[in-house]
């Protein structure tokens, strides 16, 4: 199974811290262990009872209260009944709760004062040492004591005085506290998916968490019943009243129907079909002489407009009458005529005058042969349209008439069934009645299904769970604790991270110094001492990773080491790293770049005379001479004391030509120039001195510097003009190093941890 990098190192990290983890899970273990101790054992005891929906009955008298349908809101309910404050009232007096020290704050109070004289007595000296349970009795006496005379103090004796000379409401206090303690101890819930309801009752005395248990259980039986009783007779009579109210009613409906009844008695002999079915040939007259009525008067308003318009072939053709055609052709054949003697005699010709006077008479005879077939026309739809009015006002005579007797007849029919429902519903609440009168008495609807039994173990405190649990919180909680710890370290690890995030070489990683070595001043002489260690590897491997070849030349390097904020540990890099070069017999120069915060010269245990401050103040043009460590050989050009007293800043910006003939002046006289140059964040000397430099090494605290302040340090000294050689890793845990997943892990945690074996 391939194990992603992520889980690797997180396994790794948490085997690391795996003595912290387990300090946590002993510390809540120890806490679980001193909780399960202090609490007294409780028992807890169920009986259950059954939400039984039959009613076991002699009469059926279902119907009379509101039968009990067990869903899950009426489950719910008689829940909530089992856990009221009345059944609770009374299960205590019943059980004698209020004398237990265990429910009631007053016998508590006595039983507290009887321990308190239990206690002075021992304190005596008239019993034995003192036990585990004694010494937690007496810290909560005195716990007790404090939290009394806290209230002393906060309220005031008069207010003190107050409380203790109201007895009513301290009563009332008890009382409350009793019933929180007694429902704390109370458990009431539905036993899986059934009607089943278990109650169960915690207590420190396994019998008496039997006993309350079973009291519950018939408290709650005995109040059902005599509720059930109370309903039954509440029902008597509200029965009793609406028998009585229901016999009034049927009396009135029965009399409203008999007088109806006698009211249409003159229409009793009527049948109602023959009645229907004269409507129904009434209706289809109607339709008929409907039709016929428009067909006539269609035809009138036609000849109407041919009799107006002179067009008689048309209207003889519409009428259909003989008269009219045969005058139409007579005047048609003496126009025939008139047109020929026209032709052969002209028109002055008396035999013209007479056939125009007989034309003349013939249209006038036509024309009023057409009129009488209009009139006659017009009579026909006149008589059309009273039959059509006599046969609708006819059957309007019929339908109401029919109506009339429908109307009775439903109204009769009304009453009837109004009559036979009222005798009903009293015959019926008249049964009840007599029923639950004979039989008042119910069943609950709830019976008990098993008794509490005292328990033989006690259930609380659940010791193996509580150690448990105790024991996987404490888990989880370091685990967390060294989660966060790993998430807020924002600085680099590795140096795959640095050319990952800032695109250059990491030159080493530098572990942290012993912790015998006590304070900076003793890093020179650790390395001296120790030059085969850890530390001093890795500050070889930096340099050689900086500097191409460390071999004598006739003109020196010049290396800067730099840092983004201040306690990187640059300065410690500087001194260890000329103090490995001196000891290969290499000229070095040491130049305390830092004047405002210098730390060479305790380094290397030299006084802070004349140095690098004056000369770059201008108060010496000669060059300054530098100091040497008679230990090392190393020659150290201490900060001065005028940039420390000096309040202009900075004294580079000005003199950036000073420095730069005192770099060439220090080529022909030394091998390496290691410079110590201030952080490049706070001030601005050190893009100066980088910009110098051959070659500048920058120091990070491994996993503390957050990575945006190295990157924009780098840009400001790129800016700057300054050539990089890399990044170094100083104060490295080696240990929680060797558990990442890099490639450069572990490497100074094994090697040189064992001495060679002395021959």
């Known amino acids: 199974m391939t194990v992603t990098p992520w889980l690797s190192r997180m396994i790794r990290m948490y085997w690391q811290q795996k003595y912290v983890l387990l300090a946590s899970v002993a510390l809540f273990v120890g806490i679980g262990y001193l909780y399960v101790n202090s609490k007294p054992p409780l028992y807890r005891a169920t009986a259950t009872l059954m939400l039984d929906p039959h009613q076991r009955t002699v009469i059926d008298v279902a119907q009379v209260v509101t039968p009990f349908r067990p869903d899950e809101l009426s489950i719910e309910s008689e829940i909530q009944v089992l856990q009221s404050a009345d059944i609770a009232l009374k299960v205590i007096a019943k059980a004698h709760l209020d004398q237990l020290p265990e429910f009631s704050p007053a016998a508590e109070r006595a039983l507290a004062a009887m321990e308190e004289s239990e206690a002075v007595r021992r304190m005596n000296g008239a019993e034995s040492p003192m036990t585990v349970a004694a010494l937690l009795t007496d810290l909560r006496d005195l716990w007790a004591e404090a939290r009394r005379q806290l209230d002393a103090l906060w309220w005031g004796d008069a207010a003190t005085d107050a409380e203790a000379s109201n007895p009513a409401r301290d009563a009332r206090r008890d009382q409350t506290v009793m019933l929180e303690r007694f429902e704390s101890a109370l458990q009431v819930g539905p036993l899986g998916h059934s009607r089943v309801i278990g109650v169960t009752f915690t207590s420190q005395d396994p019998v008496l968490a039997a006993t309350v248990a079973n009291t519950i259980v018939e408290t709650y039986l005995a109040q059902q019943a005599s509720g059930r009783l109370k309903d039954t007779v509440k029902a008597n009579d509200w029965l009793e009243q609406r028998a009585h109210q229901f016999r009034g009613e049927a009396e009135q409906a029965q009399k409203a129907y008999l007088d109806r009844l006698t009211k249409a008695q003159p229409t009793a002999g009527v049948d109602v ?158 049964t009840r009645y007599k029923g639950t009168s004979a039989a008042p008495l119910v069943q609950p609807e709830a019976w008990a299904v098993s008794t509490a039994l005292p328990p033989a173990d006690p259930a609380l405190p659940r010791g193996r769970v509580i150690l448990i649990l105790a024991g996987l919180f404490g888990l989880g909680l370091g685990g967390a604790g060294v989660t966060l710890r790993e998430l807020l370290q924002t600085g680099m690890r590795s140096n795959d991270e640095i050319e990952e995030q800032c695109g250059l070489r990491g030159l080493g990683l530098s572990p942290s110094l012993p912790r015998r070595v006590a304070s900076r001043r003793d890093v020179v002489w650790y390395v001296l001492e120790n030059p085969r260690s850890p530390f001093a590897e890795s500050i070889r491997i930096i340099i050689s990773n900086t500097l191409a070849l460390l071999q004598p030349c006739d003109r020196g390097g010049v290396l800067s080491v730099g840092s983004a904020w201040q306690h990187e540990g640059k300065s410690t890099v500087v001194a260890s790293a000329a103090t490995l070069l001196a000891m290969s017999r290499f000229r070095v120069l040491v130049i305390d770049g830092d004047i405002r915060k210098p730390s060479q010269h305790d380094l290397f245990r030299l006084p802070n005379g004349p140095g690098l401050s004056e000369y770059m103040s201008g108060m010496s043009d000669d060059m300054p001479v530098p100091q040497i460590s008679p230990e090392t050989g190393i020659h150290l050009l201490t900060s001065g004391m005028a940039g420390i007293t000096d309040a202009r800043a900075p004294l580079y910006l000005n003199h950036g030509d000073r420095l730069q003939r005192l770099v060439d002046w220090a080529r022909h006289y030394y091998d390496i120039i290691l410079i110590d140059m201030p952080p490049c964040m706070p001030v601005v000397d050190a893009r100066i001195i980088a910009s110098l430099s051959d070659r500048c090494i920058f120091v990070s605290r491994w996993r503390s510097t957050p990575i945006s302040k190295i990157k924009y340090s780098l840009r400001e000294l790129k800016a700057a003009g300054a050539d990089i050689a890399g990044l170094a890793l100083v104060q490295v845990d080696v240990r929680k190093h060797a558990a990442s997943e890099y490639g450069d892990s572990g490497i100074y945690f094994k090697y040189g941890r064992r001495r060679p074996r002395e021959h």
């Open 273 to 430: 079909e023959l009645l229907r079915d004269q409507l129904l040939q009434l209706n289809r007259s109607i339709a008929q002489a409907e039709a016929d009525y428009k067909a006539v008067r269609d035809r009138r308003e036609r000849m109407e407009k041919l009799a107006a318009s002179g067009d008689l072939a048309k209207l003889a053709a519409e009428s259909k009458s003989e008269n009219l055609e045969a005058i139409r052709l007579q005047t048609v054949i003496l126009e025939r005529r008139r047109a020929e003697l026209t032709r052969q005699l002209g028109n002055m010709h008396p035999t013209m005058s007479a056939l125009n006077a007989q034309i003349a008479a013939v249209r006038q005879s036509m024309n009023g042969e057409a009129q009488r077939l209009v009139s006659d026309t017009a009579a026909e739809e006149g008589a059309m349209k009273s039959r059509l009015e006599a046969l609708q006002e006819n059957a309007k005579r019929t339908q109401e008439r029919l109506r009339t007797f429908q109307e009775a007849k439903a109204e009769i029919s009304t009453l009837e069934r109004e009559a036979r429902s009222s005798e009903e519903i009293y015959n019926t609440f008249l």
